[in-house]
């Protein structure tokens, strides 16, 4: 069975510091991995996707993740925290049609 | 397009009483999704549709039932309300018909439920 663990349920950064949100899968089969975003009182919005077609994958509003089989990972980072990054970001990996969602890791900025 | 619209935003629900939270999607996808959000919990999957006319078993699906109406709706019911269903439900829907689908989700806005 497909699992996802995201180490951390709060990450704090500083305005202009390195974000980086820790994301690690089990899956049988490789896999579809995913990021989403989600802003207070809000649905969930994809920031970007691993389809097996290259290992480094670029998102939106400047995020970008890395896939590496050997770690069994797939870290979001961005070079440079904005306040407006401030949200709960969830990993989640597809071997089927369903997701299977990481509990989330919420991303605290500081000016 | 809306994209994945759900009603009602808000609900206070007595226990025992029963509700159906209505969701639909103007994207022409085949598969449908109920999930829901509890802190520190992430999302759980409740049921899905992966087409019209059938519905499977998520992982917590005890409590509830579905229905997809059409391609465009499926339905979530809650027959007596508890407090452990006290959450935030949201539904998702995606196109899993092409070879490059990977099973992307669309989600809507969420439910907030609280079961007194």
């Known amino acids: 069975a497909q699992s996802v663990t995201q180490l951390g349920s709060h990450v704090s950064v500083s305005e202009g510091a390195l974000v980086l949100l820790r994301c690690n899968y089990s899956s049988s089969v490789p896999p579809y991995l995913f990021w989403y975003v989600q802003y207070p009182n809000q649905g969930l919005q994809l920031l970007l996707k691993?389809?097996?077609?290259?290992?480094l994958v670029k998102g939106i509003n400047g995020f970008e993740a890395e896939f590496k089989k050997s770690e069994t990972s797939f870290h979001l980072t961005k070079p440079s925290a904005h306040m407006s990054d401030a949200a709960e970001y969830f990993c989640a990996v597809s071997e089927s049609l369903a997701l299977t969602f990481g509990k989330g890791t919420m991303l605290l900025v500081s000016p | 397009n809306a994209g994945v619209t759900q009603t009602p935003k808000f609900q206070v629900l007595k226990t025992g009483q029963s509700m159906t939270l209505q969701c639909a999607q103007d994207m022409n996808h085949n598969s449908m999704y109920w999930y829901r959000q509890d802190p520190g919990m992430g999302l759980r999957l409740i049921y899905y549709s992966a087409s019209e006319g059938t519905t499977d078993k998520g992982e917590v699906p005890n409590g509830y039932n579905v229905s997809r109406l059409n391609k465009r709706e499926f339905s979530l019911r809650l027959e007596s309300a508890a407090p452990s269903q006290t959450s935030v439900y949201f539904c998702a829907s995606s196109d899993n018909r092409g070879t490059y689908s990977y099973n992307e989700q669309f989600f809507g806005p969420g439910t907030r439920l609280t079961v007194l």
């Open positions: 691993y389809t097996s077609a290259a290992t």
